[in-house]
């Protein structure tokens, strides 16, 4: 069974980081991209980062350019996306997911997904 498990978010003022992760379970990444996605509250699910397993290419939605990283312990199954100078207009619950294939962008285009985690930068 595959399974994937989002942990650390919070609540942080603006300005702060926090550090995503995503343990996965039940596959193996190889040839699966896996993405970080967000939902704010009366927005679509929009694509925020995500991470070719097939050669280690990365994607990044403009609005987080610079301040998010996504990065893989291939060890772990684990997926982090760093995320530093959070704005408000971060908050959001976020959820990672993997889909077969290189560079899928669509949400509809992955398989798994996880449950969320709730972040919320303010002051």
């Known amino acids: 069974e595959v399974q994937l498990v989002e942990s650390g978010g919070g609540y942080v003022q603006p300005g702060g980081s926090l550090r995503l992760s995503c343990a996965s379970s039940g596959f193996t990444f190889d040839d699966y991209t896996i993405g970080w996605f967000r939902q704010a509250p009366g927005k679509e699910r929009e694509g925020v980062s995500l991470?070719?397993?097939?050669?280690?290419?990365?994607y990044y939605e403009d609005s987080v350019k610079g301040r998010f990283t996504i990065s893989t312990d291939n060890t772990k199954n684990t997926v982090y996306l760093q995320m530093n100078s959070l704005k408000a207009e971060d908050t959001a619950v976020y959820y990672c997911?993997?889909?077969?294939?290189?560079?899928?962008?669509?949400?509809?285009?992955?398989?798994?997904w996880g449950q969320g985690t709730q972040v919320t930068v303010s002051s």
């Open positions: 991470i070719n397993s097939r050669d280690g290419s990365t």
């Open positions: 997911a993997a889909g077969e294939g290189y560079a899928l962008v669509l949400p509809s285009e992955y398989n798994y």
